[in-house]
Every structure is written in structure tokens, then in C-alpha cells.
């Protein structure tokens, strides 16, 4: 098994430092990962993605054109999708039930759980249509790039209807690379001469939101349930990372470096998965923005770092799929647990209800833990009382009084001692949601 290790980022270097493989050590910075050779024989294995149970790639063989392999994580067994004509199938993405991939410049989607198929886009080539993501968190709609009249726009379809494709962004200038989660969709947009990151909201007639104002040019951006992360180029004119927080409503600079830029960024949660070129060859590693918020300089930590690339990443939850020469990945971080007593389905009007609950890591309880107790509203998670927990990570939170459905949740910043036992580490967590319901 390959060796994994820990590096955290200092300033603006990266320094390493060696730990045990992840089979024997519980220093939640390592990856418990198990190691799946999809058809090694093969000589080109392409950009996995993961979502839930079900990890799909590209498979490129020696004669042929390309095919879209589906692995089940809980069935262990692989499908795939063929190409229905002469040309490859590429640019894989999968989330929920769904698959959707690019062939002969046409988007196709693919129903994993009915077996059903469908064309996005039907134009047979006449328009390219390329660069497909798809999100069910609200519904399910896949949005993709299309070169027409000159330009790129960004277009969209929901999957669940038999309607037309739309128009998410289009206009003066190209818009292009767009990503997207529940209905929110970000992409590049060039129409002021500097490429910058918007986001639109599917279905609303609010114009689309511009991230930064700073004229400087921004790539390759990424969209989850609260986050979008971004490249822009630091003063040293490398690759950093950016990101904004809908729950907050303010821009964070996260990796940076000056010897070398950060690549690929890939969100979920609170986390960002991503590349750095190393000189030789690219190691993949996370970033905890809850950690951030306390010890920027522990934040990030390294997953992957061989001597072949490892590279193209994709993150789900604690999930993560990506590629170490070729062959594909499949890891889990090792995050702790928030556990939470059941509350009352209804309550009284401005009644209360109580979040009780421990907080462990790896099965032993996280004394002293510095809990927050967040409250959902307008669209947002808003932090409203942190707390301590106790000799034995225990905790209870009485609400104040609610007169309309509110929903609230416990949440973990998580801790990095630099000069610690590194089982004292351990990464952020967030509770599941828990509604107090006035009758």
C-alpha cells in the first residue's frame, strides 16, 4: 500500500511531515482509503467523479472509442456506458441517479438507477455543446458550455421534465465553465474583458451575482451547498485559492503559494479538495475552511503524494475519488461525529427545544470541544451561541423561543496542534439538522 503523509502549509511554503500509512495510525489528517485497480491493463483511465455510492471515470481502451465505466461502492461491480456511434463519450459527471457526458458535441444523460437514457442536446454536432455538470440537491438539472454565433454560452436543462434546454448565461462576451449545485450555477464570465465568477440562480429572475470586483482574472471555479471556490493569480503570479460563502457573503483567500500554483478546486461542505504541482509531479490535498477560521496555517493537509500524478480530484461529503497514476481512488476522511438526541416532532408556540448530544472522533469523545450552535434563515446558517463541551464531550442547548419552523444544527470547527499528540487533531464537523416546529 502506498505511504500517505501530512503536510501542512506554513505561510506561503509547503512543508512535510511523515506519518504512518493511514491503516495504522488514527491521526484524523490521514485518509482511511481503500485502493480499486479499475482495469489496469487499460492504458488511459479519465477524470473520475464521485456522488454517494457510485464512482464513474472515463475509460479510454487500445481500439475503440471511449466508454463511461460505473462503479457501485456498495455493490462493488462495474457497468458501463457505451458509445452509441462512432465517436468518444467524455467529460464524465455524475450526482444522485444521474450521469451526464458529452459525444459527437451533444450532451447525453444517463438514468443509473432506471437504466434510461436521453439526449440533452440533439443537434448532432451541428452547435458543440460540451463541459456537462449535472446536481440533484434541488431537483435535477445539468448545465453545460455551447459555442454558437461566435461565442460560448452557458445553457441548462432539467432532467426530471421532457422541457427544452435554456439559457442560464449568455450576452456580450463568452461564459463559460459553469458548475452547478441545487439551482445555483457559477461560470466564468468574460464580457468585461476579465474573466470573473458569477452565480445564477436557475428559476429566479435576480440578475447573476458577480463574486469580486477586483479586476483580477479568475478560473476554473467550483459550486457546493454554501461555498464557491475559484483559482486567481497571487503576487507572485501563481495559481491561488479563492472562495466566497453564501453565509457569510465575504470573499476568503485560502492556499496559496509563491514556488508554485494551486490547481483543480473542488468543494463540499466546508472543504476543498485540490491539486499542487510539486515540482515533479501533483499532490492532491485538502482544506478545512472551519479550521481556517481559527489556524489558516493548519488548514490544509496533504492526501496523496507519490511519485506518479495524482490528480483530478472530486469530493462528496467525506468521500473523494481521484487518480494516482492510473489508477482510480476511492477515500474517506476521517471525520468526527456530532451525535444528537431525538427532539419533538411539534412543540408549543414560542416553545423550545433542547440539542443534546456528544461529540467524538474515531469512537472516543472530544473533551472541552468548542461547540457552535447554529439557526437557518433567509437562505443562510448564522452562528448564534458557541459553547464548551464537557470533561466527557458531552453538551445541551436549550433554544430560545420559536414561533415559525426553524431549523438549527450543532457544529465543530475542529482543532490542529502544531506541536501536539496528533490524535489531539481533528478535522471540522457538522451535525445533522435539527427543526423545532411550533404547533
Known amino acids: 500500500m502506498q505511504r500517505l503523509w501530512l503536510r501542512v502549509a506554513f505561510a506561503t511554503a509547503l512543508v512535510g511531515v511523515l506519518v504512518a500509512p493511514a491503516i495504522a495510525t488514527a491521526n484524523p489528517f490521514v485518509v482511511e482509503r481503500s485502493i480499486m485497480g479499475f482495469n489496469p491493463d487499460f492504458p488511459t483511465l479519465l477524470a473520475p467523479d464521485i456522488s454517494g455510492d457510485t464512482i464513474v471515470y472515463g475509460l479510454e481502451p487500445t481500439l475503440g472509442a471511449r466508454t463511461v465505466p460505473v ?25 444522485g441517479d444521474w450521469v451526464v457526458y458529452s459525444a459527437n458535441s451533444d450532451i447525453r444523460a444517463r438514468n443509473i438507477k432506471t437504466g434510461t437514457s436521453k439526449g440533452v442536446t440533439t443537434d448532432a454536432a451541428t452547435l ?51 458548475v452547478i449545485h441545487g439551482k445555483h450555477v457559477a461560470y466564468i464570465d468574460g464580457a468585461s474583458g ?18 469580486t470586483t477586483d479586476g483580477h482574472a479568475q478560473a476554473v471555479p467550483d459550486i457546493g451547498d454554501h461555498l464557491v471556490v ?31 500554483s494551486m490547481l483543480n478546486p473542488q468543494v463540499s461542505g466546508d472543504r476543498i479538495l ?65 451525535s444528537l438526541s431525538a427532539v419533538p416532532g411539534r412543540i408549543p408556540h414560542g416553545g423550545h427545544i433542547h440539542l443534546k448530544g456528544s461529540i467524538s472522533d474515531q469512537g472516543h469523545r472530544i473533551a ?21 463541551a464537557t470533561s466527557t464531550g458531552t453538551f445541551s442547548y436549550q433554544t430560545p423561543k420559536n414561533y415559525t419552523k426553524t431549523k438549527y444544527r450543532v457544529v465543530y470547527d475542529g482543532k490542529v496542534d502544531h506541536f501536539g499528540a496528533p490524535s489531539a487533531n481533528h478535522l471540522s464537523a457538522v451535525s445533522a439538522v435539527k427543526t423545532a416546529w411550533p404547533r
Open 274 to 338: 485540490y491539486n499542487v504541482f510539486n515540482g515533479a509531479n501533483q499532490d492532491l490535498y485538502v482544506y478545512d475552511t472551519r479550521i481556517a477560521k481559527t489556524d489558516a496555517v493548519g488548514a490544509s493537509f496533504v492526501i496523496a503524494a507519490t511519485t506518479n500524478e495524482d490528480r483530478f480530484g472530486r469530493i462528496d461529503g467525506n468521500q473523494l475519488t481521484y487518480m494516482t497514476g492510473n489508477i482510480v481512488y476511492f477515500a474517506r476522511l476521517v471525520v468526527p461525529s456530532i
Open 128 to 178: 458543440w455543446d460540451g463541459l456537462p455538470a449535472v446536481s440533484t440537491a434541488d431537483g435535477a438539472y445539468v448545465v453545460w458550455s455551447r459555442f454558437s454565433g461566435g461565442q460560448y454560452d452557458v445553457l441548462g436543462r432539467n432532467l426530471g421534465i421532457s422541457g427544452s434546454p435554456f439559457t442560464v448565461a449568455g450576452g456580450t462576451g463568452n461564459q463559460t465553465f459553469p
Open 71 to 95: 462503479f457501485s461502492l456498495a455493490r462493488g461491480d462495474v457497468t458501463s456506458i457505451l458509445s452509441s456511434s462512432p465517436w468518444d463519450i467524455t467529460a464524465q459527471s455524475v450526482s
Open 368 to 388: 472541552g470541544a468548542t461547540i457552535g450552535i447554529e439557526r437557518y434563515g433567509s437562505g443562510k446558517w448564522t452562528r448564534i451561541k458557541t459553547l464548551t
Open 230 to 260: 475559484w483559482l486567481a493569480y497571487n503576487t507572485s503570479g501563481w495559481y491561488f485559492i479563492r472562495y466566497y460563502d453564501f453565509n457569510t457573503g465575504l470573499v476568503y483567500d485560502g492556499p496559496s503559494s509563491t514556488q508554485q
Open 194 to 211: 476579465t474573466d470573473t465568477v458569477f452565480v445564477k440562480t436557475i428559476g429566479s429572475a435576480a440578475e447573476p451575482v458577480r463574486l
